[in-house]
């Protein structure tokens, strides 16, 4: 067939089309450019570590409840339309937290468009970034959080073990004469007992344990204040050693836990949750 003869079979075919054929053939013209340009995009694995909780990471009640986090498996992915992975877990760190939650950060692979005229990830059509938020639709799960990392951008965390001394502090208005604790609750610690991840990776442990009579301030009716012994109330302090991640020298526990001297921090024991102060870095 000459091409005099191809153009004359198009033209001839052209002039039959009606307008409902236009719209469709633009229609298919549209979904094949569109395909395209999906399929055609420079797709990459990212490797990236997502904070779970609610989108705004400025909100109060950011750490979900712990069935969530008991919900959740390494190797849990999200699939899209055409039946290919696009996130998947890889590792799962998760500890308690109160109010009967959990903080959850998940390491996930993401396949990810990188933009090479701004060297960018983008995931489901959004930029992955430090700060971003991100929305994960598993087949069981739906999840929000925050991105805390991307490759790419480098890893300043530095892991060490720290061992800090710790004091067991109940305060209130009623006894404001001594900082004290209930017997019981010095005896449900016990050396050797382990706080651990949904892991079973440890991330404290008490190595010691000081028990004395608790000290209380007693103030006399002509104003003299001296330091008596409580009869029930127990001064406890803990010898700890903790999982800590250093940036930009700081040392922090879990979630944001900052390891200093007089700062609080979560102990989630196998029989009971503690808020300890620590009073001493030791090494």
Known sequence: MTKEKVLKFFKKTLSHLTLFDWIAVSLVAVIIVVLGIYFLRRWEWVEAEVKISPPDYFWTEKNPPFWLADSLRVGDGEIDSFGRKTAEITDIKAFEVPQ?????????????????????????????????????????????????????????????????????????????????????????????????????????????????????????????????QDPLKKDVILTLKLKTFKQKGVNYFLDDFKVKVDSDIILALPQIDLYPRITKIVK
């Open 100 to 228: 009967n939650k959990k903080s959850i950060y998940l390491k996930m692979r993401l396949r990810a468009v990188k933009d090479r005229n701004k060297g960018t990830y983008q995931f489901k059509s959004k930029q992955l970034a430090v700060g971003s938020p991100i929305e994960l639709r598993f087949p069981r799960i739906f999840l929000t959080g925050v991105v805390t990392f991307v490759s790419g951008i480098p890893d300043t965390r530095f892991w060490e073990d720290k061992i800090v001394e710790a004091r067991l502090l109940t305060w209130t208005d009623v006894f404001p004469e001594t900082l004290g604790v209930q017997p019981w609750i010095a005896e449900a610690v016990k050396v050797g007992d382990q706080m651990k991840d949904t892991q079973e990776r440890v991330v404290a442990e008490v190595l010691a344990k000081k028990v004395a009579p608790a000290e209380k301030i007693v103030t006399t009716d002509d104003g003299r204040v001296f330091v008596t």
